[in-house]
Each structure stands twice: as structure tokens, then as C-alpha cells.
Nanobody, 123 residues
Framework: QVQLAESGGGLVQAGGSLRLSCAASGRTFSSYAMAWFRQAPGKEREFVAGVNWSGDRTAYTDSVKGRFTITRDNTKNTVYLAMNGLKPGDTAVYYC????????????????WGQGTQVTVSS
């Protein structure tokens, strides 16, 4: 069992930066691949970025490549999403998720979810 709690969201102007954190409970954090998803109003939840168990393999959706970076610290049971060059189109609730296979973009493949953190980018 893994419990996830996101933090770090907020309101930022276009071009600004935020770093999201997702703290996990339990001693099996390093056994899980981790991912960030987001859901904008009226849209389906979409995959943003994923990282494998050791942190040396990452995957990103095309719209955030070169702007977002996913990392993890297994000693702190935490996964991060550094977001730079934010755009109004990045406005969404951001969720972290844990699963057994990394890089998967389908929600149903992830076993555990956080409650989400709101990111709002103003123009």
C-alpha cells in the first residue's frame, strides 16, 4: 500500500516556474515507477511525465519536453516535477501516481494516486 500527497502547486505568471513534490508513505516506494498526470477543466486526465524505479529513465508527453523535468529521491520517498516556461495551457490539477511499469500513459495502469495539486498559469 502506498499513499501519495502532492504539494507545490499555485498561481504563477506565464514563463514562470514551479516545482511539484509528491511524498509517498510506505517502505516500498523504490519498487514503484512514478508518474505525473494532469487534468484541465473539461478535459480528460493526461500523462505528463514518468520515471522508472531508479530514476535513470524518464518519459514525457511532447507538449512538456524541454520544459518539465521529473526526478525522484528514493531516500526521501519523494518524486518531483520541475516545471519551467509555464504556459496558460499548463493550467490543471496535477496528480502523482505509482505503478509497477514505468512510462505508461494510461491511467488504469497506475495503482495509487494522490489527491492532486492545482497549478494555474496566468497570461
Amino acid at each position: 500500500q502506498v499513499q501519495l500527497a502532492e504539494s507545490g502547486g499555485g498561481l504563477v505568471q506565464a514563463g514562470g516556474s514551479l516545482r511539484l513534490s509528491c511524498a509517498a508513505s510506505g517502505r516500498t516506494f523504490s519498487s514503484y515507477a512514478m508518474a505525473w498526470f494532469r487534468q484541465a477543466p473539461g478535459k480528460e486526465r493526461e500523462f505528463v511525465a514518468g520515471v522508472n524505479w531508479s530514476g535513470d529513465r524518464t518519459a514525457y508527453t511532447d507538449s512538456v519536453k524541454g520544459r518539465f523535468t521529473i526526478t525522484r529521491d528514493n531516500t526521501k520517498n519523494t518524486v518531483y516535477l520541475a516545471m519551467n516556461g509555464l504556459k496558460p495551457g499548463d493550467t490543471a490539477v496535477y496528480y502523482c501516481a505509482a505503478g509497477m511499469s514505468w512510462g505508461l500513459t494510461t491511467q488504469s495502469r497506475y495503482n495509487y494516486w494522490g489527491q492532486g495539486t492545482q497549478v494555474t498559469v496566468s497570461s
